[in-house]
């Protein structure tokens, strides 16, 4: 399984973003992705994730009421959409999938990685 994450950038405090993870490979047919993220000098964070089947995906406090997470099954891509964006969300964000179609909040609960997109916020 490879996992492709795109559309990190430079904005200013108050933009948008849409992050792109495009999944391929041996999936099965229901899998949960998530996204997370590494600021500077600090560990991985939990960010979004979503099961491949639907049901209500899950947010960090941190982002909630401003990322939404959502997923196109036909180009199996997951999208993270983060707008008013605050310097504080400078990070690489990765996009992570498990073989379960229950999304999960802690990294080692994650199989497979994306390679990271960073993500630049000025103030």
């Known amino acids: 399984v490879q996992l492709q994450a795109s559309g990190g950038g430079v904005v200013q405090a108050g933009g948008s973003l849409r992050l792109s993870c495009v999944v391929s490979g041996r999936t099965s047919s229901s899998y949960a992705v998530g996204w997370f993220r590494q600021p500077p000098g600090k560990e991985r964070e939990f960010v979004s994730a979503?099961?491949?089947?639907?049901?209500?995906?899950y947010y960090a406090d941190s982002v909630k009421d401003r990322f939404t997470i959502s997923r196109d099954n036909a180009k199996n891509t997951v999208y993270l959409q983060m707008n008013s964006l605050k310097p504080e969300d400078t990070a690489v964000y990765y996009c992570?999938?498990?073989?379960?179609?229950?999304?999960?909040?802690?990294?080692?609960?994650?199989?497979?990685w994306g390679q990271g997109t960073q993500v630049t916020v000025s103030s």
């Open positions: 992570a999938a498990r073989n379960s179609s229950r999304p999960a909040l802690r990294k080692w609960e994650y199989d497979y």
């Open positions: 979503i099961t491949w089947r639907g049901g209500a995906p």
